[in-house]
Nanobody, 125 residues
Framework: VQLQASGGGLVQVGDSLRLSCVFS????????MGWFRQAPGKEREFVAA????????NYADSVKGRFTISRDNAKNSVYLQMNSLRPEDTAVYYC???????????????????WGQGTLVTVSS
């Protein structure tokens, strides 16, 4: 499996949740990683991205100050800590990486094209 996300679930408004993703070191070594989400009836949208070193991040305006992306390259893992969850955060969340063979260490959403299976996050009011 190239990108394996986990950690979704049903939570209440204001709760926190942490998503995890294990990525293939063989394929994504030196690549940035990111999270996208797709709500019912909507297009998939960018959530956050982090550089290979972890020194740079990029967030969608809708999650700034609430979500934190991090990574542990020793564990081939990337995380999304989600705090102060809202009903509008309900979506399938996808772990993602830039297109293989492209600009690997990029934080631009348009450069992402490698997707894992999603994990569902439901925020109940």
């Amino acid at each position: 499996v190239q990108l394996q996300a986990s950690g979704g679930g049903l939570v209440q408004v204001g709760d926190s949740l942490r998503l995890s993703c294990v990525f293939s070191e063989r394929i994504f070594s030196s690549y940035a990683m990111g999270w996208f989400r797709q709500a019912p009836g909507k297009e998939r949208e960018f959530v956050a991205a982090i550089s290979w070193s972890g020194g740079s991040t990029n967030y969608a305006d809708s999650v700034k100050g609430r979500f934190t992306i991090s990574r542990d390259n020793a564990k081939n893992s990337v995380y999304l800590q989600m705090n102060s969850l809202r009903p509008e955060d309900t979506a399938v969340y996808y772990c993602a990486a830039p297109v293989v063979g492209g600009a690997g260490d990029t934080l631009q959403a348009a450069d992402f094209g490698s997707w894992g299976q999603g994990t569902l996050v439901t925020v109940s009011s």
